[in-house]
């Protein structure tokens, strides 16, 4: 498979310009044309049809990182849509009419915040939204994913994030959730989806993004952890495994090599001098070769490994784990790593949200002008126990 | 794969003339774009819309707006089932037909938990028969393993029948398809947490090391086990882990697993406190040499130095640890070449006498 893209472009990569032509969102293109008829029905499977946010979100951040502009009518039209699937009670749901859930409340509220018009923001109802949180706030600390759903800690992640940066965060809310995700990391130093499982990168990555956000990360066995996470790159494919002795995906590109940045600024505010100024500690050049020789679709869009087919997650994580590889340090210090053309460079990532950085500062700017709502949600729930 | 349930009779308000042209229309339309999955005629498959038993609820389409984004292409089948969905929802129904339908839904789309949790809404207000819940759960999951709902499901239906009988079998029968499916693994360790089923676990995992020691997961069940059981804090047990993770490391030396179990089992305790332990590792260095190895041996130094162990010379530990770090940067496991480098200058840092090692800052060139 390798072959055909070295011949074809003499170096890795430079492929990527089919990557910005397959993302595109169909748009109107004649307004003159029968409403319903206007944008052609994406080539993706009913399985996501309680993930529609989702799609959102991995489309629209994969066009933001190819730094590919979205037009002002597809921004206002994801908007409308994600409207739709709010609930009614709060967060939002993975279609119209369907129940909130964790998951696509985190991708909406993502995608929303990359769209970053007042619009966009004007769709979250924040009163709503904490209102949910709250509903689906365990006693030990945890959050159910949904009303009647199960725990893991990607539900923390999911609320630590939509709350930070709509700015809802209150005194109550995160009560004991740092003790439960800490319990979370084990005998590996990785942590599992819930205390005592294996060490798991998705759940690692959900686990210590919630934990920074909630400034408890110093509270996690850092050196275990880093430990675990340097030894999840593969020494011959060059990309991450999820979990030790399994194989190679795409996807941990981002899962696993995004806790780097996140771990060294721990450290670093830990006091630690010995940190490297120029890279983050995994071989950033062999994630970038295993990503572009390994992990592309020759007509667009990029894949877990190769003889995968080419799906929108895939698409959003393995460019989010190359823009990772690409980008060391923050605004003020910045080291840029592009293998391959000048062309394959993407825009920089935030660690935490993955989103871009500058929309997380406006968001957060935007957001934090608004009062934090009241917490009736809380005492609201409790009464209403029937 | 969905469950054909009984469909409750009930009144047509809507009368002949209209529904058989509406019925004649649809089926034409039906015919036109047929799959081979959807029969129209003659005893197959007939679209809700179709059923004179629905006729009296009026279908419910999704409410994506006038400009859609990220449109699905959906089938006729499951536009049809889930417009009925959506109206069962909207009424708030509770009946047989209702619970029928969820499992068409299911089966259409297994992720969609707002079927599921209506499914279980009608289940407790239906007190629907539970075991044969069971059944119907344990072939949706035989056949989608990987999905969170259908997992969430059972767990349900067994905490509603407090009896968890069936599931070390039936998770082991999963396992056995893939040893190492997180969704079974995490059912199968709230299953022996909640009802205490912790007896023969133990075995069932050293058979699964058996078939392959490189699982993981195993690997980390064991530790589950063993942290709620005996706990590592006797020596007896310790000792009888440190030698089985010994014993398969001999067996499979590449194999980062058992490392990493003996590593996180000596760890709390600290891994220079054990006794011979560096002696046991040296001796496997004559037969072989892997990255995990080195790395072992690093990890021992550092305890050496944190515990600052007078029978050893604190200079020479550390020159140790900083030859080792060095060897796996450039040589034995170079795709972590920044991470060792990195544990060098941290050791060195804390340990070393005199001036902070400067990390590179060296600008990379490619072109």
Known sequence: ?????????????????????????????????????????????????????????????????????????????????????????????????????????????????????????????????????????????????????????????????????????????????????????????????????????????????????????????????????????????????????????????FWQAGLLPLLHRALFKDGDVTLSLSSWMFEQQALQEY???????????????????????????????????????????????????????????????????????????????????????????????S | MSSVEEIEELPNSVSDAVEEERAISDNVEGEADMEDDEPQRGGGYLFYRNRREWADLEPVPQDDGPNPVVKIAYSDRFTDVYDYFRALLKNDEKSERAFALTAEAIDLNAANYTVWHYRRVLLQALEKDLREEMKYISAIIEDQPKNYQVWHHRRMVVEWLNDPSEELQFIAEILSQDAKNYHAWQHRQWVIQTFNLWDGELEYVEELLEEDVRNNSAWNQRHFVITHTSTYSSPEVLEREVQYSIKQIKKAPHNESAWNYLKGILQPGG???????????????????????????????????E?????????????????????LAQEKDTIRREYWRYVARSLQSKYGSGEIPSPKGTVQIFN
Not at chain 1, 102 to 117: E, K, R
Not at chain 1, 154 to 168: D, K, Q
Not at chain 1, 354 to 382: D, M, R, S, W
Request: negative net charge; contains cysteine; aromatic residues 8%.
């Open chain 1, 1 to 253: 498979h390798t072959h055909g893209l070295w011949e074809e472009t003499g170096e890795p990569g430079g492929n990527l310009h089919r990557h910005r032509e397959n993302m595109q969102i169909p748009h109107r293109k004649d307004p003159g044309r029968v409403p319903g008829n206007q944008t052609q029905a994406l080539l993706c499977c009913e399985c996501l049809d309680a993930s529609r946010p989702w799609l959102c979100y991995w489309i629209l951040h994969s066009l933001e990182l190819l730094e590919e502009a979205v037009p002002a009518a597809v921004v206002s039209d994801v908007c409308q849509f994600l409207a739709r699937c709010q609930s009614p009670t709060g967060g939002f749901a993975g279609g119209p009419g369907q129940h909130a859930h964790l998951a696509p409340t985190y991708a909406a509220v993502n995608a929303l915040c990359i769209l970053g018009t007042e619009e966009a923001y004007n769709v979250i109802n924040r009163e709503k939204l904490l209102d949910f949180l709250y509903s689906v706030k365990q006693p030990d600390g945890s959050f159910v994913m949904h009303v009647g759903g199960e725990v893991d800690v990607r539900s923390a992640y999911c609320a630590a994030s939509v709350a930070s940066l709509t700015n809802i965060i209150t005194p109550t809310l995160f009560e004991g959730t740092h003790n439960w995700i800490l319990s979370c990391q084990n005998w590996e130093g990785g942590l599992g989806g819930m205390p005592g499982l294996e060490a798991h990168g998705g759940y690692t990555f959900c686990g210590t993004a919630a934990l920074v956000i909630l400034g408890k990360e110093h509270m996690l066995d850092l050196k275990a952890l880093l430990r675990w996470v340097t030894s999840r790159q593969m020494r011959f494919e060059g990309g991450f495994q999820g979990r030790c002795n399994k194989l190679v995906d795409g996807c941990y590109s």
């Open chain 1, 291 to 385: 990503i572009l020789l390994c992990c592309q679709n020759p007509a667009g869009g990029l894949l877990d490994k190769p003889g995968k087919s080419r799906d929108f997650y895939h698409t959003c994580y393995c460019l989010s784990g190359l823009s990772v590889a690409q980008h060391f340090g923050n605004q003020d210090l910045h080291h840029e790593l592009v293998l391959g053309k000048e062309e394959n460079r993407l825009a920089p990532t935030h660690p935490v949200y993955n989103i871009c950085p500058e929309k997380v500062a406006q968001a957060i700017q935007h957001f934090h002008q608004l009062p934090i709502p009241a917490q009736k949600g809380a005492t609201a729930c409790a009464e209403d126990q």
């Open chain 2, 307 to 327: 515990t600052n162990n007078t029978k050893c010379n604190q200079t020479e530990t550390l020159n140790k640890a900083m030859e080792l770090c060095e060897l």
């Open chain 2, 271 to 305: 891994l220079s406190s054990y006794p011979g332990l560096l002696e046991q590792v040296e001796e496997l260095q004559e037969s072989f040499s892997s990255p995990y190895l080195l790395g072992f041996m690093v990890d021992f130094f550092e305890d050496t130095l």
